[in-house]
């Protein structure tokens, strides 16, 4: 089994926002629980730089477009790190290999009659670096999304033929009902099909910044016609003499919000199919996180620095705060507070003085041994173990950290019932207070392994605390897999309290 997951590459007109913390972040917790269940993975993200916006910021600040691109991809890269991100490769747009692959690709689809010249004379909005129909401004004349009137554009493009593409993207909506989840951006991509498609240009004269093309040099790519195939020509250039194309594609995934979903759902399938190639295998389409009620972008002022929230809290607390926070897939409002709040009540008090709790036990009641004499489990971790995959299988990652979450809470209410204090108290119930330890180890175990896509920090703690091996594979979620052990010391906190700095942050 094979899974290539992809985040959108973000602009690198301004430095990096919680929106973009919040793709990248989920991404991470899918391929890495694709990785537990032994699949081979590829996870992809980086930055798109050659658009409109990000040489007119370069040349706000006199600087070469290039020499900028370089100066700020270092706050780029530092995202997935700093969300401990496990991804395989990060690709910018201005690297020699996906340029080198753009133009072939580009010319593929210039061999196959699908390219020809025109004169572009329409409304440009540079927020969106996307040409506009006077339909799809405000009534104002503005752009609904940015909130500025968009640019009168008028000159000689190239473009490309979308319209020949309408019957076979209809062909394929038809064929592949899970093409694009949730089902209903799969029916909103399909009617925007269905409304018939205008071909649309795939290349800039007025602009320098790009990639120019093969059969033209006085043009460059359209952004977009640029950007999109970094899905593909990553796989060409990421591990030196390995084409990875034969490996992962066309087991893509693609992941992205609603902005982009006529670029991703429409658009590229149809360059992909006219440059010869097969359309990835699906792509997920997720809201918007919105901070009180906004949705976050530099514009309206309200970003959040999620690398600052990092600081605080650590990437485990901020990566389980925005899983949990509004369900994958829907916009939804959250608060910065929330973060807090969930380290509190559920990092810090259901899942870390459960392990603090355990431990302590079993060193005061046990010397720090656990043995498996009975064996009634609180959890059916059979049952989890499916459940979560089901759904994270349907990118359900909200509702996958919901039904793990349900059974450390479970477990919390077995600790209360079986009192392991009060049967401490009475020899005779000595097999019982065993019984009843070892199956909190066996249940925290359990967690661990499902909640490692989650907290990739934490996990590992909770299996050594307990010292149970450190392996993460999905078979451990189970019953029964904890192994007798001794030298359980009680653990120190898994979410400590946090000062939090004073009111300036
Ligand atoms: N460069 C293009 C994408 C090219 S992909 C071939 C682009 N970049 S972007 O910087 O604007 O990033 C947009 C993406 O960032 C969204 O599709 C989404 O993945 C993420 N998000 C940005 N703000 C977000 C929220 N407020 N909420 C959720 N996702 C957000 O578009």
């Known amino acids: 089994m094979r899974f290539y997951l992809t985040t959108p590459i973000y602009y690198v007109n301004s430095t990096p926002h919680i929106g973009h913390a919040y793709t990248t972040a989920i991404g991470d917790m899918i391929v890495r629980h694709h990785k537990l269940r032994g699949e081979e993975t ?14 007119r910021v370069a040349q ?32 910018r747009t201005s690297d020699e ?21 025109d004169v572009y004379a329409g409304l440009y909005c540079v927020g969106c670096e996307a040409f506009k129909t006077e339909a799809e401004l405000t009534p104002d004349g503005l752009c609904p999304d940015h909130l500025v ?43 925007f099909i269905e409304g018939g498609l205008q071909d649309f240009s795939i290349s800039r004269a007025g602009q320098p910044w790009g990639i120019p093309l093969p059969w033209d040099e006085g043009q460059v790519a359209y952004v977009w016609a640029d950007a999109l195939v970094n899905y593909l020509s990553a796989l060409t250039y990421a591990r030196e003499g390995e084409d990875l194309r034969d490996t992962f594609w066309p087991v893509a995934h693609h992941l992205l919000a609603k902005d982009i979903l006529r670029f991703h759902c429409v658009f590229w399938p149809a360059m992909l199919l006219s440059a010869g190639y097969e359309p990835p295998q699906q792509l997920f389409v997720h809201g918007y996180l919105l901070l009180d009620d906004k949705k976050i972008s530099k514009s ?22 925005i899983a949990r926070a509004v369900s994958f897939g829907q916009d939804g409002s959250a608060s910065v507070d929330g973060v807090r709040e969930r380290y509190d009540t559920e990092l810090a008090n259901d899942l870390g003085n459960l392990l ?8 005061q009641y046990r010397g720090g041994t ?22 994270f299988d349907v990118f359900d990652v909200t509702g996958a950290l919901e039904a793990i979450w349900q059974a450390v809470r479970r477990l919390n209410q077995y600790v209360g019932a079986e009192a392991p204090w009060q049967l401490a108290k009475d020899e005779q119930h000595a097999d019982r207070l065993d019984a009843v330890l070892y199956n909190l180890v066996d249940g925290l175990t359990a967690l661990a392994v499902a909640l490692s896509p989650f907290l990739p920090e934490t996990a590992p703690k909770i299996l050594a605390a307990l010292c149970q091996p450190a392996e993460l594979t999905w078979d451990r ?13 009680a653990a120190p906190p898994l979410f400590p309290r946090i000062e939090l700095p004073t009111a300036a942050a």
Do not use: C
């Open 356 to 363: 603090s709790r355990t431990t302590a036990m079993i060193s």
């Open 60 to 91: 706000e600040q006199g600087l070469d477009a290039q020499e900028y691109a370089d100066q700020i991809a270092v706050q780029w890269r530092e995202l997935p790190v700093r969300l401990n991100a496990e991804i395989d490769f990060f690709i």
């Open 149 to 191: 009137p968009p640019e009168w554009i008028e000159e000689k493009n190239y473009f490309f033929r979308l319209s020949a593409y309408q019957d076979r993207l209809l062909a394929l909506y038809a064929e592949r009902p899970d093409f694009v989840r949730p089902a209903f951006r799969f029916n909103e991509a399909r009617s």
């Open 97 to 117: 290999g996906h340029k080198r692959f753009v133009r072939d690709f580009l010319q593929r689809m210039y061999d196959n009659g699908d390219i020809y010249e």
């Open 370 to 391: 656990i043995k498996r004499v009975q064996f009634e489990p609180p959890v059916d971790f059979d049952a989890l173990r499916e459940d979560v995959a089901a759904r």
């Open 300 to 321: 309206s002022g309200n970003i959040i620095e999620p690398l600052q929230l990092i600081d605080i809290y650590g990437a485990d607390a901020v990566r389980f705060w």
């Open 42 to 55: 590829f996870f992809l993200t980086g930055v798109d730089e050659h658009a409109t916006k990000v040489w």
């Open 477 to 489: 979620v189970r019953n029964g897999t904890a192994i007798d052990v001794d030298g359980i010391e």
